[in-house]
């Protein structure tokens, strides 16, 4: 049971560029994740989903796109990298709603983008 | 808008209690309060969580006060291991948690 893994864990891009953060979780949960921290300040939102095959925005969504085409994983992507964007990316899960049920975090991503 | 409010940070000495406050005074009955906490380059970690009893588990317990305004979340025993910025978040009909800028505990040896 691996819990919550995040793919890449580092990741340099040039402005301009795009690349897809990749979120797997094998605990069956339905509601999955995304959100970005940077230096000094809590977690914001970008996207979450409750179920396959459904996102919804959250606090930051803008320049991020996400998908949920499995259960188990849910990809966020940059479709245009800004420097704006250089954060640490964390996934999360959770059984169902969170106001009910821990969330589950991954590792995180560091992206620089240059 | 489900804010908190808490110290920006505390320090305590190891292997004694520790203490930390949040204000949460417009929380609705519905509300959940969690707590997580964040050990240095690593990913949020659930803590606790409660509705309006206090709350006990392997890691920590949760006091709410009677008028839910409040809560407090107590380490039993410090350790260096429990140095870490907590967040205290309210739940409210969201489908999400709103983390805040939180505490960091310091833990002096």
């Known amino acids: 049971n691996a819990g919550v893994t995040q793919t890449p864990k580092f990741r340099v891009l040039k402005t301009g560029q795009s690349m897809t953060l990749l979120c797997a979780q094998d605990m069956n949960h339905e509601y999955m994740y995304w959100y970005r921290q940077d230096p000094g300040m809590g977690l914001r939102l970008i996207h979450y989903?409750?179920?396959?095959?459904?996102?919804a925005k959250g606090e930051v969504p803008d320049g991020y796109n996400v998908s949920r085409l499995k259960k188990q994983n849910f990809l966020l992507g940059l479709e245009s990298a800004a420097p704006s964007q250089t954060s640490v990316y964390f996934c999360?899960?959770?059984?169902?709603?969170?106001?009910?049920?821990?969330?589950?975090f991954g590792p995180g991503t560091r992206l620089t983008v240059t | 808008d489900a804010k908190t409010t808490q110290p920006n940070s505390m320090e305590s000495n190891e292997e004694e209690p520790v203490h930390l406050p949040c204000n949460h005074s417009?929380?609705?009955?519905?509300?959940?309060i969690h707590w997580y906490r964040q050990l240095p380059s690593q990913g949020p970690e659930y803590v606790i969580h409660g509705l309006t009893s206090n709350v006990n588990n392997r890691m920590a317990s949760l006091a709410i006060a009677e008028d839910r305004k409040s809560s407090t979340l107590i380490l039993h025993r410090a350790t260096l291991r429990d140095a870490a910025v907590y967040y205290c978040i309210r739940s409210g009909s969201a489908r999400q948690l709103t983390f805040g800028s939180g505490t960091q505990l310091t833990v002096l040896p």
């Open positions: 417009t929380i609705s009955g519905t509300d959940y």
């Open positions: 999360a899960s959770s059984l169902r709603h969170s106001s009910r049920y821990e969330q589950y």
């Open positions: 989903s409750v179920g396959e095959g459904t996102t």
